[in-house]
């Protein structure tokens, strides 16, 4: 996938650029932890693997394996403390899900989808608000960048990364809240990535 290495920056202010109205960046730090701990729960089963140590099973799920995957792909993006925090919050989710994985197929059924679909609700709400479809509809690699940006936003909200929140307006626009009752208008730079220059030819 032509996008999957791009930095994090570049990719924050792509996934920006869908998420302009304040309605739906509230949702989206609803909604994507839910879908993220619902598909963690999903992939607690089956167990790979276990292995014995300090008197404990522990056990290799895909969801570990998915953490870890991740972890390295968030840690190489060119922001890596804020790429280790998101992971340490999806380990964390990674540990809660697997013992509700490992209960009776109903409770691990109701607990994985039944979040993973509150999860989609709280998407589509906030995406109705933002009036266009989500940023994974013309990019995979948004479904990667969505974590990154909840992170983000919710750092925002306790006055960090000051220099980062000033890129993501400039670039992507400023937050808004939408008039429903009008037409649907882009943000500044809304929906658009900026081609980079071509290397001259050899």
């Given at each position: 996938?032509?996008?999957?290495?791009?930095?994090?920056?570049?990719?924050?202010?792509?996934?920006?650029?869908?998420?302009?109205d304040?309605?739906?960046?509230?949702?989206?730090c609803?909604?994507?932890?839910l879908?993220?701990?619902g598909?963690?729960?999903?992939?607690?089963?089956?167990?790979l693997?276990?292995?014995?140590?300090?008197g404990?099973?522990?056990?290799?799920?895909?969801?570990?394996?998915?953490?870890?995957?991740?972890?390295?792909?968030?840690?190489?993006?060119?922001?890596?403390?804020?790429?280790?925090?998101?992971?340490?919050?999806?380990?964390?989710?990674?540990?809660?899900?697997?013992?509700?994985?490992?209960g009776?197929?109903?409770?691990?059924?109701?607990?994985?989808?039944?979040?993973?679909?509150?999860?989609?609700?709280?998407?589509a709400?906030?995406?109705?608000?933002?009036?266009?479809?989500?940023?994974?509809?013309?990019?995979?690699?948004?479904?990667?960048?969505g974590?990154?940006?909840?992170?983000?936003?919710?750092?925002?909200?306790?006055?960090?990364?000051?220099?980062?929140?000033?890129?993501?307006?400039?670039?992507?626009?400023?937050?808004?809240?939408?008039?429903?009752?009008?037409?649907?208008?882009?943000?500044?730079?809304?929906?658009?990535?900026?081609?980079?220059?071509?290397?001259?030819?050899?």
């Amino acid at each position: 996938m032509a996008t999957l290495f791009r930095p994090a920056d570049e990719l924050l202010v792509d996934y920006a650029r869908y998420h302009r109205d304040r309605r739906n960046i509230a949702t989206h730090c609803v909604g994507i932890p839910l879908i993220v701990f619902g598909l963690d729960v999903l992939l607690s089963r089956p167990v790979l693997g276990s292995v014995q140590a300090g008197g404990e099973a522990w056990h290799l799920l895909p969801a570990g394996l998915l953490w870890g995957l991740s972890t390295l792909w968030y840690l190489s993006r060119g922001l890596p403390a804020i790429g280790l925090l998101v992971s340490l919050l999806h380990a964390a989710m990674v540990l809660l899900a697997a013992p509700l994985g490992q209960g009776s197929t109903g409770s691990w059924l109701t607990w994985s989808l039944g979040c993973l679909a509150l999860g989609a609700v709280c998407q589509a709400v906030g995406h109705y608000y933002e009036g266009r479809a989500p940023a994974f509809v013309e990019d995979l690699v948004a479904l990667l960048a969505g974590p990154l940006f909840v992170v983000v936003e919710l750092l925002f909200t306790l006055g960090w990364l000051a220099g980062l929140r000033q890129q993501l307006e400039r670039e992507a626009g400023p937050t808004q809240v939408r008039d429903l009752a009008g037409p649907v208008t882009s943000m500044p730079g809304a929906g658009r990535r900026h081609p980079r220059p071509h290397r001259a030819a050899r």
